[in-house]
């Protein structure tokens, strides 16, 4: 009920193209889904994130896609650059409510190169 | 700098010795969180902290593993007794809370202390 799956593990795009990272979650009480980007030696930090009442967002190159029948959600990178290669995680949170702690239940991630 | 500040940032010690690992949040963040982050994995939650109370430990892996935060700021994350298995990147991240509950605040993440079990 908690898990999130990332797919795929890792992604080599060249620069220009589309990167495209998939996830699934399993519990529907998830309310906030946020991607997050890490770099090498650093913590990962928030990147874009998605409530489930909308089926896309879109920030710059970045754009979350949300399909909340098939519990599934997406990362599209455009113009993908060598400055975005990082490790990519998705996550779900349960936000609303008083009781809700909104601790993050992270993917696997994803490891993308962009070759120049 | 205004970020989350972990420290020490690499932890080296022999198994069986008790372990502190300190997180100090961005000022004026009322939510804390510590997370484990194995090699090639994503952060695995281990509990949480609304200003000075532990609302959330169902990750803490046992009970050598335990943390406070007895001022609502500076947390300490403490595994008594270290085992190999314990090694790993321990991350810790904060966010602000609004006050009608609503957490959907951006969690900012430390860049972890490495702590190694030989």
């Known amino acids: 009920q908690q898990q999130v799956k990332q797919s795929p593990q890792s992604l080599i795009v060249q620069k220009g193209g589309i990167s495209i990272i998939n996830c699934a979650y399993e519990n529907t009480a998830f309310d906030y889904f946020p991607w997050y980007q890490q770099f090498p030696g650093k913590g990962p930090a928030l990147l874009i994130a998605?409530?489930?009442?909308?089926s896309e967002k879109k920030e710059g190159r970045f754009t979350i896609s949300f399909n909340k029948s098939a519990k599934q959600f997406s990362l599209h990178i455009m113009d993908s650059q060598p400055g975005d290669s990082a490790t990519y995680f998705c996550?779900?949170?349960?936000?609303?409510?008083?009781?809700?702690?909104?601790?993050?239940?992270f993917g696997q991630g994803t490891t993308l190169q962009v070759k120049p | 700098g205004a970020g989350v500040s972990q420290s020490p940032r690499y932890k080296v010690t022999k198994r069986g010795q008790d372990v502190a690992l300190r997180c100090d949040p961005i000022?004026?963040?009322?939510?804390l969180y510590w997370y484990r982050q194995a090699l090639g994995q994503g952060p695995e939650f281990l509990t949480y902290?609304?200003?000075?109370?532990?609302?959330?430990k169902s990750g803490l892996p046992n009970d050598r593993f335990s943390a406070e935060r007895p001022e609502g700021s500076i947390s300490t994350l403490t595994i008594q007794r270290t085992e190999q298995r314990d090694s790993a990147m321990y991350r810790c991240?904060?966010?602000?809370?609004?006050?009608?509950?609503?957490?959907?605040?951006?969690?900012?993440f430390g860049d972890g202390t490495r702590l190694s079990i030989l």
């Open positions: 998605i409530r489930p009442d909308v």
């Open positions: 000022s004026g963040h009322v939510s």
């Open positions: 902290f609304n200003y000075e109370a532990q609302q959330d």
């Open positions: 996550a779900a949170s349960l936000v609303h409510g008083s009781s809700n702690t909104g601790k993050l239940i």
């Open positions: 991240a904060s966010s602000l809370r609004s006050a009608g509950g609503y957490s959907n605040q951006p969690q900012h």
